[in-house]
């Protein structure tokens, strides 16, 4: 059974904190995603990664950056939060190279900026 | 890049009665649909895909169709019952290229016992 987890379900940081949320899967999946989801706006992609210190854009990357170090970890980082970033963030994996692969989501972060 | 509207964004029907959410997408080369289902504090589950070389997919109460030349596609529920309310999500993508989808905004479908 695919697990992913996330480091924290509820996160409440200050204007201009450094932010990190962490991301771990255990199935060995090569790709691994950053999402943020809002009311009426669905799940926006923040970065995804398809191996190890790779990374590309996805469709609302400003303000964000991230880091893959080791396969099963991705983590996504708000260098100065900011109160337009509050919002509930879920990372995905899935097993292989394309977007076709089933993605299995962990369970959320809400973060809330004040 | 591409876009994936969905609608409605909310709907209600009573218990048995059938629901049906629809999303178009904007680039023709898209190949790949699927559906995610999220329950209230859960995480999103895929529920049933297809891809475009069928016009059809069923899977016991759950259907997805596909329209290429229109470019949209549809989730229909028969026979809803209150363990259907959720959150659901359309996306689309290619098999090949970009390896993420795009997802649409989410209908939240309330079964009435």
């Known amino acids: 059974d695919v697990k992913v987890t996330q480091s924290s379900r509820y996160l409440v940081k200050r204007t201009g904190e450094k932010v990190f949320l962490e991301c771990v899967q255990d199935?060995?999946?090569?790709?691994m995603f950053w999402y943020r989801q809002d009311p009426g706006l669905g799940l926006r992609l923040i970065y995804f990664s398809y191996d190890v210190k790779m990374k590309e854009k996805g469709d609302i990357p400003e303000g964000y950056s991230v880091s893959r170090e080791k396969k099963e970890r991705f983590s996504l980082i708000l260098e100065s939060a900011s109160t337009n970033q509050t919002s509930m963030y879920l990372c995905a994996s899935s097993s292989g190279g394309r977007a076709t692969d089933t993605q299995y989501f962990g369970p959320g972060t809400r973060l809330t900026v004040l | 890049g591409e876009n994936v509207e969905q609608h409605p964004s909310t709907l209600s029907v009573q218990e048995g009665d059938s629901a049906v959410i629809k999303c178009t997408y904007s680039?023709?080369?898209?190949?790949?649909f699927p559906w995610y289902k999220q329950e209230l504090g859960k995480r999103p589950q895929l529920i049933i895909d297809?891809?475009?070389?069928?016009g059809e997919k069923k899977d016991q109460r759950i259907a997805v169709t596909l329209n290429k030349t229109a470019k949209h596609f549809s989730l229909h529920i028969t026979e809803t019952q209150p363990e259907d309310s959720a959150v659901y999500f359309c996306?689309?993508?290619?098999?090949?290229?970009?390896?993420?989808?795009?997802f649409g905004s989410g209908t939240r479908l309330q079964v009435q016992p």
């Open positions: 680039d023709s080369a898209s190949n790949y």
């Open positions: 996306a689309a993508s290619m098999d090949t290229g970009r390896r993420a989808l795009t």
């Open positions: 297809i891809r475009s070389n069928v």
């Open positions: 199935m060995d999946h090569e790709n």
